[in-house]
Structures are given as C-alpha cells and as structure tokens.
C-alpha cells in the first residue's frame, strides 16, 4: 500500500512540476501603454502578434515566432523570425528611429526613399555601405529585395491595400513585419514599441531600460503640469484647399497637448482620427486661442498668409504664438520630429511645456520645434 501512495505522489510532483515548468515556458511580457502588439514568451520561442496595424481594420491580426533556435516546435500558422537578422528593410522613417537607437542600422541594406530620412547617422553609414532604395506600397520592388538577399522587411500600411504586397513577400521568402506604432494614440505607446525590434534583434533588456527611462523622463514632465489652474488654449494644423485636418480629442496629438498643460479646443471631438473642417469652423472654434502649432511646413508668418491671408485673423498669429516641430528637417523632407520623435516623446512634450509655459522648465532652448517669426 505505501508503494502505490509513493508511485502515486512522484506522479503528482511530475505532473505539478511539468505544469509549472510549461506556466513558466507561457509568460505574457505586460504592455503599459501600446495596444497594437502583444509578446508572449513560449517554449523554445517568443510569439509576437500585431493586431489591427491600420486605421478601419478590424480583426486583423499578424503572428510571429521569434526564436534564436531551428530546434522550437513552432505552429504552422506562426511565420517564423529567427533573432538577429543580419540584412533588412525598413520601409517607414519611424523604423529608422527604432533600429538607431538600437544601433541596428548597420543591418540595414534597403529603404523606401532615402530623401526623406533625417538620421545623420543613417547617412554616414549610407555613404560608406550604399543603403539602397526600394520603393513602398504597390510600388515595393521585391525582385531588389531578393538582390540584396534581404530576410526581414519592416512593413507597414494605411490600408488592406497593403495585403498583396505583403503575401507577395511572403511568396519570396521574405518575412514581413507589419508595424503599427502609427497607431497608437499614447505618446509612450508609439515608442513602446521599440521592444518588437528588440525582441527581434535578441536586445529585450536593452529595449525595455530604454523604454523605462523615456516613460520615466515623460511621466516626470507630465506631472509638473498637472496641478496646473491655468491652461492655454491650443490649436493644430493648416487648411489644405480651404480644409484642415484636425487631430480628434482622443489622437496623439491631444494626448501630448493634454500632458503639456493645455486645452485642445478640438478636445470634446472624441475620435482616435483626424476631423476634416474648413477655415469658418476652425476660426469659430480656434480665432481665439492662445497657442498655434504644427501649421504644415509652415517656416515662417509670411509662409502661413502666403497660403491664405484670413489666417492673419486668428489671435495666436497677430501675438505671434505660433510654433511648428520643423526646427530639425532637411529641405529634401526628413523631419526629425516624425522620425526621432517616435521614440522620444518625452522630448516633444518638454518642447511643449516650454511653449505653453515657459516657466515650468529650466531648459532654454527647443529640440524639435521651434517660434516662427
């Protein structure tokens, strides 16, 4: 009887251990801000899965097995990322940001379009390996691709239009990794998403100290203006054949505008997307606020009249408060702002800080933006 209780207890710690070893083999890596991936540690491998990687998709979800190992029993539903890809392809400029700041960028062999890349340490390299230019969207030269015996492509989209090309891809050999940082409508979900790339490039820790310092840089700003009773009004944009594109009260845009201390006058309009008004409704909403900015490409006054005189109307341009985030672009198009500013919001926001309240903080001078004149 006592060795059947003893077979029967070395049967239960197996099995309880088996269990424990398989709950520690399936840990989910938590997200604090991001809400368009997910990792999940497995057994032998990492599961990353995008979800909805573009404005109106619904249920579309992309998974990934990231693994240093050819030994990982992986499901056959799972496209396969082995860890430390030594050529790819990034197609938007907020890739660009993510791989620098990971200094990946020596992996990098192809782009969309290098006129529109701010990086100076994308173009040093350039100009020594010869970073070639692929094309994006329907245009995306695959066959160069293949070329350059690119493995990994980070993809992105603005529609399901993006769908042949990326099984086209697929088809190739050549592993697409949608990313969708675009849209998240937190300033730390947007650079968040630098733990996708260092999860791919075996740099987790790296990717997550970095995060950590930038939420915590971010966080700190956001706390100085909390308490804050007095609050400038703040408007954003430009008319684009007399119509303006308006950052809804739930984008990005009025997240950084909320936790730099101001109130959006578009805030009620609760949308995660951009409202389409013309100049009447934004005068009537925006005439009298305090603050203007990101006005276009706008450089200068004399650039904002240029494209219609009644914006000399509003308040903030007849008391010269208005600013825009070009203070660092080149005059072939890369802006800094789009591109670095993915990963460091805590440095927009401070820009904002000092606009909106100058007093607040003790640095004297912008980063990405800039007063004009």
């Known amino acids: 009887m006592r060795s059947i209780l003893l077979i029967i207890n ?35 491998y990492t599961l990353l899965e995008i979800k909805n990687p573009w404005i109106d998709a619904q249920n579309i979800n992309y ?17 396969i990322i082995h860890t430390e890809p030594e050529r790819v392809a990034a197609i938007s400029t907020t890739h660009i940001a993510f791989l620098e700041q990971l200094n990946r960028l020596g992996n990098l062999v192809a782009v969309s379009d290098k006129q529109f890349i701010y990086s100076r340490r994308f173009h040093h390299i ?3 390996q010869g970073i070639k ?15 350059l015996k690119v493995k990994l492509v980070f993809l992105y ?25 675009y849209m998240e409508q ?52 430009m008319p684009w ?9 739930n984008t990005y845009t009025a997240k950084l505008i909320e936790d730099a201390g101001a109130a959006y006058v578009f ?52 008391n010269g408060k208005v600013f825009n985030n070009n203070r660092r672009a080149l005059p072939s198009g890369g802006s800094d702002y789009m591109e670095s500013g993915v990963v460091n919001p805590h440095l927009i926001l401070g820009d904002l800080i000092r606009i909106f309240h100058p007093n607040k903080v003790s640095k004297k001078s912008f980063h990405y933006y800039q007063q004009l004149k």
């Not at 197996?14 to 997910?38: L, M, P, R, W």
């Not at 939420?215 to 956001?222: G, H, I, P, R």
């Open 10 to 44: 070395i049967f239960f710690i197996f099995a309880s251990c088996g269990k424990q070893a398989q709950e520690a083999a399936n840990t989910s890596i938590t997200n604090d801000y991001a809400k368009h991936f997910s990792l999940e540690q497995k057994d032998g």
């Open 63 to 79: 998974r990934y097995a990231i693994t240093e190992t050819s030994q990982a029993q992986i499901p056959d539903d799972l496209k």
């Open 126 to 128: 350039d100009s020594t």
């Open 133 to 147: 230019e692929v094309g994006f969207d329907t245009n995306l030269n695959i066959e160069k691709l293949l070329q």
């Open 157 to 181: 989209g603005i529609s399901n239009e993006i769908e042949p090309i990326r099984k086209r891809l697929i088809r190739a050999g050549i592993v697409p990794v949608m990313i969708g940082e």
């Open 186 to 237: 937190h300033p730390l979900g947007k650079a968040e998403w630098i733990k996708v790339f260092g999860t791919i490039f075996n740099q987790e820790n790296e990717a997550q100290n970095f995060f950590d310092s930038v939420s915590n840089a971010y966080l700190q700003l956001a706390n100085m203006t909390d308490t804050l009773k007095s609050k400038p009004s703040v408007f954003t944009g």
């Open 241 to 249: 054949n007399d119509t303006w594109h308006t950052p809804g009260g």
């Open 267 to 318: 805030k009620n309009d609760t949308s995660s997307v951009n409202f389409q008004y013309d100049t009447e409704i934004v005068y009537e909403r925006a005439g009298e606020a305090d603050y203007w900015i990101n006005p276009g490409t706008a450089a200068s006054l004399k650039d904002i009249v240029s494209q219609d005189t009644r914006l000399k109307l509003f308040k903030a341009y007849q």
